[in-house]
């Protein structure tokens, strides 16, 4: 089991930059894949973007691509997503979730352990 716990939401103006980050308990991040969600009021958690084990893949929703980037690090058990050139469409809280099956999933129920979420605010 693998307990989940982001930081690095707040408030930025359009245009702005925010890096998450979400720290793992215990001694197993590695044979994890991770990835970030984002859900806004009445509607579905979305995919936002996904690493995997050995960071060696990476995988964007369309609408972050080329602005927002994943990364990992295996030895400080953390996973980041750096924002650039936010937008206010990107207003939501955000989840870091763990895979532990193979593959990449792009649907909240193909991943098995999630973080209590940060918000982030983009004014415009």
């Known amino acids: 089991q693998v307990q989940l716990v982001e930081s690095g939401g707040g408030l930025v103006q359009a245009g702005g930059s925010l890096r998450l980050s979400c720290a793992a308990e215990?001694?197993?991040?590695?044979?994890?894949?991770m990835a970030w969600f984002r859900q806004t009021p009445g509607k579905e958690r979305e995919f936002v973007s996904h690493?995997?084990?050995?960071?060696?893949?990476?995988y964007y929703a369309d609408s972050v691509k080329g602005r927002f980037t994943i990364s990992r690090d295996n030895a400080k058990n953390t996973v980041y997503l750096q924002m650039n050139n936010l937008k206010p469409e990107d207003t939501a809280d955000y989840y870091c979730?763990?895979?532990?099956?193979?593959?990449?999933?792009?649907?909240?129920?193909?991943?098995?352990?999630w973080g209590q979420g940060t918000q982030v605010t983009v004014s415009s």
């Open positions: 690493v995997t084990r050995s960071a060696r893949s990476t």
């Open positions: 215990g001694r197993t991040f590695s044979s994890y894949a």
């Open positions: 979730a763990a895979r532990a099956r193979l593959g990449v999933s792009y649907i909240p129920s193909g991943y098995d352990y």
